[in-house]
Nanobody
Framework: QLQLVESGGGLVQPGGSLRLSCVASGLTLDYYAIGWFRQAPGKEREGVSCISSSGSNTHYADSVNGRFTISRDNAKNTVYLQMNSLKNEDTAVYYC??????????????????WGQGTQVTVSS
């Protein structure tokens, strides 16, 4: 089982930045595409970004394209999400999970990994 633990969330003002981390254990991360998903209060969970196992391909939702950057360090078993120019509407609990993506369509894959506790991101002045 691939266990994923998210961290790095917090309270930030609009226009600010945060970097989220997703650390894997149990299995090596090298073989898995990993994505970030978020769920705001009263809304459905949505796919934010997905990165291929090698890191050579990345996908972003339209709402974050140009502001967020996903990356990975397989040697550290970690996937990152750098979030810049944050907006109030980015407020949500952020989760990482195995993913699949076509264009801007990012979907979770419940196979080797399951949903974790997530990390809260709050954008507010």
């Amino acid at each position: 089982q691939l266990q994923l633990v998210e961290s790095g969330g917090g309270l930030v003002q609009p226009g600010g930045s945060l970097r989220l981390s997703c650390v894997a254990s149990g299995l090596t991360l090298d073989y898995y595409a990993i994505g970030w998903f978020r769920q705001a209060p009263g809304k459905e969970r949505e796919g934010v970004s997905c990165i291929s196992s090698s890191g050579s391909n990345t996908h972003y939702a339209d709402s974050v394209n140009g502001r967020f950057t996903i990356s990975r360090d397989n040697a550290k078993n970690t996937v990152y999400l750098q979030m810049n120019s944050l907006k109030n509407e980015d407020t949500a609990v952020y989760y990482c999970l195995e993913c699949s993506a076509i264009g801007t369509m990012i979907e979770p894959r419940l196979g080797a990994s399951t949903w974790g506790q997530g990390t809260q991101v709050t954008v507010s002045s």
